[in-house]
Antibody, heavy 113, light 110 residues
């Protein structure tokens, strides 16, 4: 069974940093693109970033470019989202995805002043 | 800038067939591959349709996807109370190098 478990969500002040982790199991991790999607309170889904199987390609939504970095460790079956210079508008539940198909239950990031 | 537009709401009665549209502002949806997701509030999204009309295993055949002209559509036949959820379309925009989601449609089963 495919499982994705996110962790690392927290309360943080504007300008702060946070790293989200996603532990994957139940499939050959190194064969899949991985993604992060977020959902602000009461809002719709927003794609944040994705990373190719070997980490050689990474793409980001414009609003996080230069602030967020997606990475992966295929030996640890994990994908990460390093978030710097956090803003109030980054407050959301962050979901980790295998490609754009299977999603974890999410981890909550709250940026408050 | 790619924008996927969905109606904010839809409704139907049990047993009915409902459709949810997803149109693209630049009329380029014909060249895009569209996914559809179901999300019950407070839970993770679930992939219903990928590549315009392909159902992952385990998704009931009551759910179907299509694309025509400037829009894509999700159809739900034999509507059930458990289908009450938010539905999102999404597509990869190769010029933006980004996935774009529609704003979502809240489906109410009356």
């Amino acid at each position: 069974e495919v499982q994705l478990v996110e962790s690392g969500g927290d309360l943080v002040q504007p300008g702060g940093s946070l790293t989200l982790s996603c532990a994957a199991s139940g499939f050959t991790f190194s064969n899949y693109w991985m993604s992060w999607v977020r959902q602000a309170p009461g809002k719709g889904l927003e794609w944040v970033a994705n990373i190719k199987e070997d980490g050689s390609e990474k793409y980001y939504v414009d609003s996080v470019k230069g602030r967020f970095t997606i990475s992966r460790d295929n030996a640890k079956n994990s994908v990460y989202l390093q978030m710097n210079s956090l803003r109030v508008e980054d407050t959301a539940v962050y979901f980790c995805g295998r490609g754009m198909g299977v999603w974890g239950h999410g981890t909550t990031v709250t940026v408050f002043s | 800038q790619s924008v996927l537009t969905q109606p904010p709401s839809a409704s139907g009665t049990p047993g009915q067939r409902v459709t949810i549209s997803c149109s693209e502002s630049s009329s380029n949806i014909g060249r895009k591959s569209v996914n559809w997701y179901q999300q019950v509030p407070g839970t993770a999204p679930k992939l219903l349709i990928h590549t315009n009309n392909q159902r992952p295993s385990g998704v009931p055949d009551r759910f179907s996807g299509s694309k025509s002209g400037t829009s894509a559509s999700l159809a739900i036949s034999g509507l059930q109370s458990e289908d009450e959820a938010d539905y999102y379309c999404a597509a990869w925009d190769d010029s933006l190098k980004a996935w774009v989601f529609g704003g979502g449609t809240k489906l109410t089963v009356l």
